[in-house]
Antibody
Framework: EVQLVQSGPEVKKPGESLRISCKGSGYTFTTYWIGWVRQMPGKGLEWMGIIYPGGSDINYSPSFQGQVTISVDKSISTAYLQWGSLKASDTAMYYC???????????WGQGTLLTVSS | EIVLTQSPGTLSLSPGERATLSCRASQSVSSIYLAWYQQKLGQAPRLLIYGASSRATGIPDRFSGSGSGTDFTLTISRLEPEDFAVYYCQQYGSSLLTFGGGTKVELK
């Protein structure tokens, strides 16, 4: 069974750093892209970027380029989303999801809720 | 970047009725890269349709997708109580992926 399991909820202060994770199982991790999607409270879905674990190719949305870092450790089938300095406006639910050649997300993680507040 | 505009923003319908959701792209989208998702409150999105018209595994046949170029449609032939949710379209092109703003299908 394909599963993407994300790390737990986080409460952080502005200016702090953070890395959240997404562990894949039940499939060959290196043959599918992993994407990250943001959903701010009460809002829609926003694509942040994708990474290919098989080659570490990364594409960022222009809206998120320079704001976050996407990485992967294929030895443990885990993708990461990282912030160097959090802002209150980063408060959101973050989903990881898997996609194949035709760029649709067929499996999703359960989401990681990030709250940034002083 | 291709912008996807979904309409209407909210659709108020009763169980058993037909729902027609629109997704319009700012420029032509290859049909193989157009997908639809359903999101219920407090849950992760779920893939419904990929390649504009192919149902994902386990999706009931009351859900259907159609369209090409800049105009795509998701149709729910007869609404079931579990279909009241928010629906998003999504496209991929030129190494960028975008979602539409969503259509909420609510109980009338």
């Amino acid at each position: 069974e394909v599963q993407l399991v994300q790390s737990g909820p986080e409460v952080k202060k502005p200016g702090e750093s953070l890395r959240i994770s997404c562990k894949g199982s039940g499939y060959t991790f290196t043959t599918y892209w992993i994407g990250w999607v943001r959903q701010m409270p009460g809002k829609g879905l926003e694509w942040m970027g994708i990474i290919y674990p098989g080659g570490s190719d990364i594409n960022y949305s222009p809206s998120f380029q320079g704001q976050v870092t996407i990485s992967v450790d294929k030895s443990i089938s885990t993708a990461y989303l990282q912030w160097g300095s959090l802002k209150a406006s980063d408060t959101a639910m973050y989903y990881c999801a898997r996609h194949g050649s035709y760029a649709y997300f067929d499996y999703w993680g359960q989401g990681t809720l990030l709250t940034v507040s002083s | 970047e291709i912008v996807l505009t979904q309409s209407p923003g909210t659709l108020s319908l009763s169980p058993g009725e037909r729902a027609t959701l629109s997704c319009r792209a700012s420029q032509s989208v290859s049909s193989i890269y157009l997908a639809w998702y359903q999101q219920k409150l407090g849950q992760a999105p779920r893939l419904l349709i990929y390649g504009a018209s192919s149902r994902a595994t386990g999706i009931p046949d009351r859900f259907s997708g159609s369209g090409s170029g800049t105009d795509f449609t998701l149709t729910i032939s007869r609404l079931e109580p579990e279909d009241f949710a928010v629906y998003y379209c999504q496209q991929y092109g030129s190494s960028l992926l975008t979602f539409g703003g969503g259509t909420k299908v609510e109980l009338k």
